[in-house]
């Protein structure tokens, strides 16, 4: 369940995406008198127009390593140009490089103690080469957001707490995030929300338990307690939150569904139908009702209603193995061999294809 509850970051998605798909690296300078010196008279405007303008132009349609070519090019004619290595530091940012990144990013904020930007791509280059503990005092000082990000650092400063178990800071960052006060039970169940996407499940549940303390009626808590206590198996306990999380919040079809998958697993399939059917009249756009409903009747003996639900989600989600797989089974109860078959297949190449995914 963690894992279908994990969101991966999109920034980590594209950006170390596009660094994977280089084969060669350009080596950048390591040797200290080569870095551009602060307060030099010469800038970016005094340099070859066309060079600078080609560089951000190939940048800006996604041609990273012709830009750093570029960029490097005029490294070598000017190796002092001020703002040159803030356009090397962002350049390596966006094309997933976040060593380099480091390098020049360092070395733009040397020369420029108040590039706020430089400072903030710098701690968030820390936190996507793994080092949250180097990347936390930089994002610290910068808690803004810039466009050439692609994120908002006061996320990844919070994650960076998580990553480091300083989960009172954490606490604080989100809450500034989400703007509560850091001390109320809305903090907390953010928090908590954010521990378990990270895998730490032992302290979501403590700060679960502590937003639930604060404010009982607060929308969502107990249905994230019940989804706790169903990955640990508890499913009575888990039973029981998710119906106070109906009392409170009665119109969340994600409630009517998280419960009846409950119901579902102590074999109570009338009441995990009935469920199901007003998760989906409260939400029809949602895949895991119309799944979790395809196994409920299958399971009935229902097996004709269960192929429809399933194909319901699979026109919705045809990339989604766990339907193709279902429908399988399903067909091959109903003696339909070559369409259970078909859809086994697309339901293995399908799952290897995800397996093949970093």
Same mark, same amino acid.
């Given at each position: @369940?963690?894992? &279908? ?10 950006? +170390?995406?596009?660094?994977? &798909? ?32 080609? &560089? ?11 830009? /750093? ?18 356009? $090397? ?27 706020? *930007? ?16 180097? !990347?936390?005092?930089?994002?610290? #000082? +910068? ?18 707490? %998580? ?7 954490? =606490?604080?960052?989100?809450?500034? @995030? ?15 929300? @954010? ?15 502590? !937003?639930?303390?604060?404010?009982? #009626? ?8 019940? *989804? /706790? ?13 998710? =119906? ?35 998760? %989906? ?22 097996? *004709? ?10 026109? @919705? ?8 797989? $279902? ?16 859809? $086994? ?14």
């Amino acid at each position: @369940m963690l894992k &279908a509850l994990r969101i991966s970051l999109a920034i980590l998605n594209s950006l +170390v995406g596009a660094a994977s &798909a280089r084969a060669e690296v350009i080596q950048v300078p390591q040797n200290p008198s080569t870095a551009s010196i602060p307060g030099s008279s010469q800038d970016a405007s005094s340099a070859p127009r066309s060079d600078f303008e080609q &560089a951000r132009h190939l940048l800006a349609q996604g041609k990273y390593d012709e830009a /750093l070519l570029a960029l490097h090019g005029l490294e070598a004619k000017h190796p002092e140009m001020k703002g040159l290595a803030h356009e $090397l530091g962002a350049a390596y940012y966006r094309s997933g490089n976040f060593p380099n990144a480091i390098f020049y990013l360092k070395r733009a904020r040397a020369q420029d103690p108040n590039d706020a *930007e430089a400072e903030q791509l710098l701690g968030l280059s820390y936190y996507l080469a793994q080092r949250p503990a180097e !990347a936390i005092p930089e994002l610290e #000082k +910068v808690q803004t957001w810039f466009a050439s990000a692609n994120v908002d650092a006061a996320y990844i400063l919070g994650i960076c707490y %998580i990553q480091t178990k300083d989960y009172p800071n954490a =606490r604080k960052a989100f809450a500034k @995030m989400f703007d509560v006060p850091a001390d109320s039970a809305a903090s907390y169940l953010f928090t908590a929300r @954010m521990l378990l996407r990270q895998d730490f499940a032992p302290v979501a549940e403590d700060y679960a338990h502590k !937003a639930v303390a604060l404010d009982p #009626k607060l929308p969502l808590a107990h249905q994230l307690l019940g *989804e /706790l206590y169903l990955y640990h198996s508890q499913i009575d306990d888990a039973i029981t939150e998710f =119906r106070k999380e109906l009392e409170i919040n009665p119109g969340d079809p994600a409630a009517y569904y998280k419960l009846a998958d409950g119901y579902s697993r102590v074999q109570k399939y009338d009441e995990a139908e009935r469920l199901l059917q007003r998760s %989906i009249w409260l939400d029809p756009t949602s895949t895991g009702p119309y799944i979790l409903l395809g196994k409920v009747l299958e399971k009935k003996g229902e097996t *004709e209603l269960a192929v429809r639900a399933l194909q319901r989600a699979l026109a @919705m989600d045809p990339n989604n193995p766990v339907p193709h797989h $279902l429908l399988g089974l399903a067909y091959r109860d109903l003696g339909k061999n070559e369409e259970a078959d078909r859809e $086994l297949k697309v339901a293995g190449q399908l799952e290897q294809g995800q397996a093949s995914k970093p």
